[in-house]
Nanobody
Framework: QVQLVDAGGGLVQAGGSLRLSCVAS????????MGWFRQAPGKEREFVAA????????YYQDSVKGRFTISRDNAKNTVYLQMNSLRVEDTAVYYC?????????????????WGQGTQVTVSS
């Protein structure tokens, strides 16, 4: 089992920045990919970014490329999502997730472990 605790959300004006963090515990050696997803009210959960736990390859949703950066600190078992140039449409609950097997996936159903979510609200 892997436990995930995500944090760092808040209220920010458009154009501002936030950094989300996700701390993993338990059988972290089983992790192949860490991902960030988000879900806005009335919408399905969507992929934001993912990173290979070892090796560090990264993948992004097109709408966040150039604005968001996913990174990891293996020593701290932590994954980060640096979000810059935030837009109103980035408002959502953000979840980190862990996938224990390859390959990297952008599908929520392929991830076995989830954080509790952290609210990001971007005001105009």
């Amino acid at each position: 089992q892997v436990q995930l605790v995500d944090a760092g959300g808040g209220l920010v004006q458009a154009g501002g920045s936030l950094r989300l963090s996700c701390v993993a515990s338990g059988r972290t050696f089983n992790i192949y990919t860490m991902g960030w997803f988000r879900q806005a009210p009335g919408k399905e959960r969507e992929f934001v970014a993912a990173i290979r736990w070892s090796g560090g390859s990264t993948y992004y949703q097109d709408s966040v490329k150039g604005r968001f950066t996913i990174s990891r600190d293996n020593a701290k078992n932590t994954v980060y999502l640096q979000m810059n140039s935030l837009r109103v449409e980035d408002t959502a609950v953000y979840y980190c997730a862990a996938r224990p097997v390859p390959p990297i996936s952008t599908r929520p159903d392929d991830y076995d472990y989830w954080g509790q979510g952290t609210q990001v609200t971007v005001s105009s």
